[in-house]
């Protein structure tokens, strides 16, 4: 379940690169770069930091199949379709929620700190976003701005924490955890919800 699940998220990011592709005049190449670039990256750098080799998805087939088919699909789907406004909006919360999950699990599993527990999980959630960002050249990357992203990736983490302290059971965990990214997200995607600005001091 937990695999299907990761399958989910990282095919949801493959279909946000390759938004972010299209809204920035990208050719299908580019798409496909974002969407592999949007979908591994955050992995990458969990395993990379934790020391992990080979790196997870050089010797997943699925996974590549799976990351391949969402971005072609929603390639062939955006020559048809327009698309609602806030749909890659929407479609990375997805991919923010699920990844940042299995980013906590990679790291429990790895019996780090429970504060690194959360790091990583953060970092596995929204590197791909950044990465994403900024080879269409958006800058700062939406990470950066008021958004409630990594704010969410967050919260939650420290869920996840939370329910793995007390023992709820990984289904358990991993459903509510991601969760709570989902929602808080899209609660501020919906509502136009924002942090605060820094503000100079007059």
């Known amino acids: 379940m937990l695999h299907v699940l990761y399958l989910i998220g990282v095919a949801a990011f493959a279909a946000s690169g390759v938004l972010?592709?299209?809204?920035a005049n990208m050719d299908p190449f580019g798409?496909?770069?974002?969407?592999?670039?949007?979908s591994v990256s955050g992995g990458t750098l969990r395993d990379l930091i934790l020391d992990r080799h080979p790196l997870y998805w050089t010797h997943?087939?699925?996974?590549?199949?799976?990351?391949?088919?969402?971005?072609?699909?929603?390639?062939?789907?955006?020559?048809?379709?327009?698309?609602?406004?806030?749909?890659?909006?929407v479609v990375d919360a997805v991919?923010?929620?699920?990844?940042?999950?299995?980013?906590?699990?990679?790291?429990?599993?790895a019996h780090v700190t429970p504060v690194a527990v959360v790091i990583l999980a953060v970092l596995t959630g929204v590197t791909g976003e950044v990465v994403r960002d900024v080879l269409c050249g958006q800058f700062p990357p939406l990470l950066l701005r008021e958004e409630v992203y990594a704010t969410a990736a967050l919260a939650g983490a420290l869920c996840y924490q939370l329910l793995h302290w007390l023992q709820a059971g990984p289904t358990l965990t991993t459903v509510a955890a991601a969760g709570v990214v989902l929602c808080l997200r899209l609660t501020a995607v919906f509502r136009d919800l924002h942090l605060p600005r820094l503000q100079s001091v007059r």
Do not use: K, N
């Not at 991919?95 to 599993?109: E, H, I, S």
């Open 60 to 89: 997943d087939w699925l996974l590549l199949t799976v990351i391949a088919c969402a971005g072609i699909g929603t390639m062939l789907y955006l020559r048809r379709w327009e698309l609602p406004q806030r749909s890659l909006m």
């Open 20 to 23: 972010a592709a299209h809204r």
């Open 31 to 38: 798409g496909l770069v974002l969407a592999f670039a949007a």
């Open 95 to 109: 991919g923010l929620a699920v990844v940042t999950v299995m980013g906590a699990r990679a790291a429990v599993d």
